[in-house]
């Protein structure tokens, strides 16, 4: 669908895919900060960034190394950069209000927009042929559905089994 739409992989990778496997951390973290645990939130959000780059990234560079995009390099790599040191000083006062939450969430949508509009505006297709699927849309949108549910259950027990080890 995104290959139709003129969105490049880059850009799918950085909204669809890094979303949706950032949906299991959001629900844990909002379960955690629902039931009165806002130091589990806390610890999800920055062991899930260290994990995100030292075990996934590291990972996958050494069964496979790969070349990184200049665009990556140039605009997307500040950002991530900018969101983290944005955090670090929200921090400095040992409290995230919710205005600070509310920045984020605005950013992120107005980020992910901008990537959208601006890649459609390049109609950059990528040079390789689209990924193919055997899957029937159907199936695919059934399983996102069931895996949803799924984490809708498994973060809250997931949250009352670390609580209770903490």
Not at 111 to 139: H, K
Not at 155 to 164: L, Q, T, Y
Request: glycine share 10%; aromatic share 8%.
């Amino acid at each position: 669908l995104a290959f139709r739409a003129r969105i490049s992989p880059l850009v799918v990778g950085l909204t669809v895919v890094s979303l949706g496997t950032s949906l299991p951390e959001l629900l844990v973290s909002l379960v955690a900060a629902l039931k009165g645990s806002p130091e589990i939130a806390i610890g999800n959000v920055v062991g899930s960034n260290i994990a995100n780059i030292s075990l996934v990234l590291g990972a996958c560079v050494v069964v496979f190394p790969i070349d990184v995009d200049r665009e990556a390099r140039r605009i997307h790599w500040p950002v991530m950069m900018a969101a983290t040191l944005l955090f670090v000083l929200f921090l400095a006062d040992d409290r995230v209000a919710r205005w600070e939450g509310l920045l984020f969430v605005v950013a992120l949508v107005a980020y992910v927009s901008w990537m959208i509009i601006r890649s459609r505006r390049q109609g950059r297709r990528s040079a390789e042929q689209p990924l193919r699927t055997t899957m029937p849309v159907g199936r695919a949108l059934l399983f996102l559905i069931i895996g949803a549910a799924g984490l809708g259950f498994g973060s809250g027990w997931f949250v009352d089994g670390a609580s209770g080890l903490a």
